[in-house]
Structures are given as C-alpha cells and as structure tokens.
C-alpha cells in the first residue's frame, strides 16, 4: 500500500504564477519530511527538510509546511521560472537512526510554459 | 563539487545475461544506496550499505546483489536479468547514516537499464 501519496499528479502553470503541491502519508513513525526536485533525466536533489509537529521552511522561492498531527505537507513554488519544470517528490523519514527507512512518493510532475 | 557518480548512463542486456552497475562518490560518506525508480511509482530501496562489506537488504532485494569493497564505490549486480528489472536505477549517498533529517543525501544521475 502507498504510504506517501502526492497531488496533483501532473501540473501545467504558466512562468510567474503561484502553485502549490501536496503530500499525504500514512507513515509512522515520521521523524521528518523532505521535499526533493529531479530534473528530467537526472538525479534528486533535496530543497528543503521539515522536522516539527508544525515546522515550515524557505529556501527562496520555494517554501514548505509539515503538519504531523495532520500528516500533511505542502510545498508552495512562488513565480514559477521555466527552469521549475521538474518532478516534485515528497519523501517521509521514519526514523532518525541508522534503522530509518525513506518512504518516497511518486511525485508531482511541474510543467511551467511560456 | 560534491557528487555521486554512476556509470554506465545507459544499457541494454538480453534476457538471462549478467549486469553490473557502478556507482562511485566522492564525499568520503559511510552510507550508500541503491533504489529503482518505475513509471507511478516512489523509488524503493534494493540495498543499503553501511560501509565496507557491511549491507543490508532494502524493501525488494530479490534477483540484485550488491558489493561493497572500499567506502567510495558501491556496486549493484544482476544475476540473470529479468524483464522486469528494466528500469532506472540510482545510487545515493549519506553521511549520518540513513533516516536522519540531518542526513545528507546526494543521488547520482541514474542508470537507464533496458532488459530485452
């Protein structure tokens, strides 16, 4: 069973709006969130970490939230540039030890047009 | 500039043949990884190594191995390929060990591995 589930699958905005993309999960325990961005044909690579029960965090455009008690986060891309194009994937963290295991969704896909 | 390294970017093997795949980093990190990434699907773990010699069995081993003999090099080995291990792999790297937020971790690029 999918344990983190993002929305929207697949997103379409035009250069300089707003967007907003979310992660539910079911994963316990949840010592942490990360929100990573991979380029088509490449690696991931990580944009910002959340730790609290309610934690945000900013990282220029990007900003996200993580509400613990709701098992919810939220990752907001303010102005969307063309170079945003990407996928999205929210990955929960079980533990903060050696025994940890990630759990990644399968990704939101980011297209941003002209 | 810090960075996992994976090669080879692309391969096609034949049904019943033998695939090794490399993954080197250069950040001197304890813990490596090997995950597939399918169409619809979150990556999930093959293989964790902790150092050298010293892995462990992620969520789907079956039909993979993995060798570990100096700290900066991590290789995945198909025994036999099957036509459902066409897919991508990565290689990924942490300092702190896996699970913590404090971890650090880097991906390669992945390898694209078409079984035919």
């Known amino acids: 069973k999918t344990q983190v589930e993002q929305s929207p699958q697949s997103l379409v905005v035009r250069q300089g709006e707003n967007c907003v993309l979310q992660?539910?999960?079911?994963?316990?325990?949840?010592?942490?969130l990360r929100w990573f961005k991979q380029d088509t044909g490449k690696g991931l690579v990580s944009l910002t970490v959340l730790v609290d029960q309610k934690d945000k965090t900013s990282n220029g455009r990007y900003s996200a939230t993580l509400d613990k008690d709701a098992k919810h986060s939220t990752l907001h891309i303010t102005a969307t540039l063309l170079d945003d194009t990407a996928t999205y994937i929210c990955?929960?963290?079980?533990?903060?030890?050696?025994?940890?295991?990630?759990?990644f969704g399968a990704g939101t896909q980011l297209i941003v047009i002209p | 500039d810090m960075k996992v390294t994976q090669m080879p970017r692309y391969l096609i093997k034949r049904m019943g043949e033998n695939v090794l795949l490399e993954c080197g980093q250069d950040m001197s990190h304890e813990t490596m990884y090997w995950y597939r990434q399918d169409p619809g699907l979150g990556l999930q773990l093959i293989y964790i190594s902790y150092d050298v010699d010293s892995n462990s069995e992620g969520d789907i081993p079956k039909g993979y191995r993995v060798s570990r003999k100096k700290r900066e090099h991590f290789s995945l080995i198909l025994d036999s390929a099957k036509t459902n291990q066409t897919s991508v792999y990565f290689c990924?790297?942490?300092?702190?060990?896996?699970?913590?937020?404090?971890?650090?971790?880097?991906f390669g690029s992945g390898t694209r591995l078409l079984v035919i």
């Open positions: 990955v929960v963290g079980d533990r903060g030890s050696a025994l940890g295991r990630l759990h």
């Open positions: 990924a790297s942490s300092l702190s060990g896996t699970g913590g937020a404090n971890s650090d971790y880097t």
């Open positions: 992660c539910n999960y079911s994963v316990t325990p949840d010592n942490h």
